[in-house]
């Protein structure tokens, strides 16, 4: 019995040591248990803000590419919109069709948002709407878009720079590869003893014994930028540093010596169009229209016949026009292009008195803004004449250059043009010349409307002239430049580049140009006088873009006279377009920039504080 009670004792010391381990083991699974509970209910919330994150920015895009598509299916889609939303009533911007019933336009709180396409039968996973500011459409070619996207409670905006894909996209462009025959006055032989007929207009792989010239690139040529063309490029050995585009293709026939360079293999694209006419310019000089009372630039010059323009580098540009009598003007209806009827010359735009002078009158450069030089207008059948016919103003008995039919000089045929041109001095400048040497089309009428331009452009500004735009010297842009100062030059029959030729044929400024700007020749070309004349005139430099409905030659190819080229495209242009710069008839939009800003609305739709 004793051994019994023993034994027992002896056992008393291990009892329930496994069921207290037991126990033990257990709390630490419920709390590792609770643990994981904790972290996989945290991970869910964590992964659904994540996937709501992610659809807002989705939706926001998608909202983004919405507007991007209603813009190339109608190009006046910019002009949509609703003024009471926060982000385009703070620009200003103006909306004449209104909303056009879109919903994505809404900025009410609890108002309508737009959902996001969604595979049929799914819940679409998110929505957006957007607000427009085309404060900056006209002045600078740009559409800003703020698109919020909607996941869940969460909402995230964009802001994306919308442009159009312009002439100066490119830094070189033609409709047709072959020279404008109505500047050029070149002729083909016919059928026929000595027949000879002007040459026609025809994209090269369709050429006829009747087709203009067609002018290469050539082995020294270098172009920066990209290139496009309606036509077929003939390349007898450039260099080109960035896309080749061109409906046709390319050409080297006829060609001999180098072969050309391509950093990007050449691709066909397909046809952008030169508007045919520039006459809806004149409407920005109109003081009683929407497209320029509502708009902070205003309306802006309007200048007559011959013009002078010198840009002076301090904001200032000198200005000599003596045909002109009105600097901006009013029309007998209120609608773009309607008759003329009167006008005004604000003092923005220059003393007339001045205008008239020799030594000009010197004005602010209207930044952001349009000068448009105009050819004289006609006189009207009875009725109210336009306010820029000199012989119905107070000025119609002041002698014009119109009224001195007197030779410049014995080097020339022409009378001068009354700012200075052809020019007289020490040298005297010959009549001009143009592709194989035929004369240039009515060079310095008395009444067209050319431009002559040179000098520094701090601001940015348009210079468009309804006939020529000559260079007549370097334009520039100053080292301080800002990357918004972008000149836009438009001749809509040419833009000349200046280089005016003695009675012996030879060439006498100094050698080298260069012209910092958006060119375009809607209806003609760009080219350099003379280019078939004397000796090399060493390097063209274009630092911006060419558009042109003709292809204009600048030398001979081999650099033995004219100019050799130096294209490079301002990557300026690529964010800012020159004020009020022509479009293609037909273009697409394209987003430019887009980054993340404030959010713009709640969840709700109310509208961020």
Not at 12 to 26: F, K, P, Q, T
Not at 195 to 202: D, E, V
Not at 273 to 284: G, H, N, V
Request: hydrophobic fraction near 35%; proline fraction near 6%; charge should be neutral.
């Amino acid at each position: 019995m004793i051994r019994i009670l023993r034994a027992l004792r002896a056992r008393d010391d291990e009892r329930g040591v496994a069921l207290v381990a037991v126990v033990g083991i257990g709390m630490v699974v419920m709390v590792l248990v609770a643990t994981l509970v904790t972290v996989a209910t945290s991970g869910a919330r964590l992964t659904t803000n994540d996937r709501d994150w992610a659809r807002a920015a989705a939706a926001a895009y998608a909202g983004i590419a919405d507007y991007q598509a209603r813009l190339n299916a109608d190009n006046g889609y910019g002009n949509y919109g609703d003024p009471t939303s926060p982000f385009s009533r703070e620009t200003g911007s103006v909306f004449p069709k209104g909303a056009g019933g879109n919903s994505a336009f809404d900025s009410q709180s609890g108002g309508r948002w737009v959902d996001v396409p969604s595979v049929k039968g799914a819940t679409s996973s998110g929505s957006y709407r957007y607000a427009v500011d085309n404060s900056k459409l006209t002045s600078q070619g740009v559409l800003r878009v703020q698109a919020t996207g909607r996941s869940g409670s969460t909402t995230r905006s964009f802001i994306a720079n919308v442009r159009p894909d312009g002439f100066s996209n490119y830094l070189y462009f033609t409709n047709y590869e072959s020279q404008d025959p109505s500047v050029s006055n070149e002729t083909y032989t016919c059928a026929g003893f000595g027949c000879k007929a002007p040459c026609t207009s025809q994209y090269r792989p369709l050429a006829l014994p009747s087709t203009c010239q067609f002018i290469q690139f050539a082995a020294g040529d270098t172009l920066e930028g990209p290139v496009r063309s309606n036509d077929q490029f003939r390349i007898c050995g450039a260099t080109f540093k960035s896309t080749v585009q061109s409906v046709y293709g390319w050409s080297n026939a006829g060609c001999t010596g180098t072969t050309p360079k391509f950093t990007v293999n050449p691709t066909t694209s397909s046809t952008l169009t030169p508007p045919a006419t520039i006459s809806d310019l004149r409407d920005y000089m109109r003081t009683d229209l929407a497209a320029t009372t509502n708009t902070a630039e205003g309306a802006g010059c309007l200048y007559t016949g011959p013009t002078k323009i010198t840009f002076l580098g301090n904001g200032k540009m000198n200005v000599v026009s003596p045909l002109t009598v009105k600097t901006t003007v009013t029309g007998t209806a209120n609608r773009s292009g309607g008759l003329l009827s009167g006008g005004d010359a604000p003092a923005r735009c220059g003393d007339v008195a001045a205008l008239h002078d020799d030594d000009g009158a010197t004005i602010a450069v209207p930044k952001n803004n349009l000068v448009f030089v105009q050819n004289e207008p006609s006189a009207r059948a009875g009725g109210a004449q336009d306010p820029n016919l000199w012989s119905a103003s107070t000025f119609k008995n002041q002698p014009t250059a119109c009224t001195n039919t007197t030779r410049a000089s014995t080097a020339t045929s022409l009378p001068s043009n009354g700012v200075g041109f052809p020019e007289v001095g020490a040298t005297n400048e010959a009549d001009p010349t143009a592709g194989l040497g035929n004369k240039v089309t009515d060079p310095y009428g008395c009444d067209n409307g050319d431009v002559f331009v040179k000098g520094v452009v701090d601001k940015a500004v348009t210079v468009a002239a309804e006939n020529y735009a000559y260079v007549t010297g370097d334009i520039t842009y100053p080292a301080t430049r800002s990357a918004s100062t972008v000149l836009g030059l438009i001749g809509q029959q040419a833009v000349w580049v200046w280089n005016p030729a003695n009675s012996a044929k030879v060439p006498y400024k100094a050698a080298n140009r260069r012209i910092d700007a958006a060119i375009l020749s809607n209806d003609g070309t760009f080219a350099v006088q003379n280019y078939t004349l004397g000796s090399g005139r060493g390097t063209l430099t274009v630092n911006g873009s060419i558009a042109q409905n003709f292809r204009g030659a600048v030398g001979t190819g081999s650099g033995s006279s004219g100019y050799l080229k130096d294209y490079e495209y301002d990557d300026s242009l690529a964010t800012y377009t020159p004020p009020k710069f022509p479009q293609p008839t037909v273009t697409t939009y394209r987003v430019a920039t887009q980054l993340e800003s404030k959010t713009a609305y709640a969840a709700t739709g109310a509208p961020s504080p």
